[in-house]
Structures are given as structure tokens and as C-alpha cells.
């Protein structure tokens, strides 16, 4: 069990690493690819946040919910808004 969540872990950063550099080189394309790329995150924040709400009343359900809100905005500040080259994750 240890070593398939090690597993999991590793392939989650690996998956965060290759979004957030495959978002940020769309970004550097074109500004209408750059709001796209800002409007999905703000998508996904706000169909995580109404998800959390709704199961407000259960913090052990939530939770997850709470973290990942967390790891979408680590994503945003990866692939919008570096300035000096590709997202390191």
C-alpha cells in the first residue's frame, strides 16, 4: 500500500509538471490562449469552492475539497504568472 501511494505521489507531480509547463508555453503564445488559460482556472476554483460549500456541513468530506482549492491556485501561480521562464514544480 506504502509503495502504490509513493507511486500515486509521483505521478501526481510528475502530471502538476507537465501542466503547469504545457499552460505557461500557451500562455506565451497568444493573450487570447493566456485568458483562456486564466479563465479555466477560474473555473475549476469556483466548481471546487461550490462542491466544498456544499458539503460544509461535513468537514471530513471537505477537506480534500479545501486542499485542492489550495493546489489549483499553486497551479495558477506556476502557469500564469512566472516571469522569468518555465514553471518549476
Do not use: C, H, Y
Not at 502530471?15 to 504545457?22: E, F, K, R, Y
Not at 499553486?74 to 514544480?89: C, M
Amino acid at each position: 500500500m506504502e509503495q502504490e501511494l509513493k507511486a500515486l505521489r509521483a505521478e501526481t507531480i510528475a502530471i502538476q509538471a507537465v501542466l503547469t509547463n504545457v499552460l505557461f508555453e500557451l500562455k506565451l503564445l497568444d493573450p487570447v490562449l493566456a485568458d483562456m488559460v486564466s479563465r479555466s482556472f477560474d473555473q475549476a476554483a469556483t466548481q471546487i469552492e461550490n462542491s466544498a460549500l456544499q458539503l460544509a456541513e461535513d468537514a471530513a468530506a471537505s477537506e480534500p475539497l479545501v486542499k485542492a482549492l489550495s493546489i489549483v491556485e499553486d497551479l495558477r501561480t506556476a502557469s500564469l504568472n512566472r516571469q522569468d521562464g518555465p514553471p518549476r514544480t
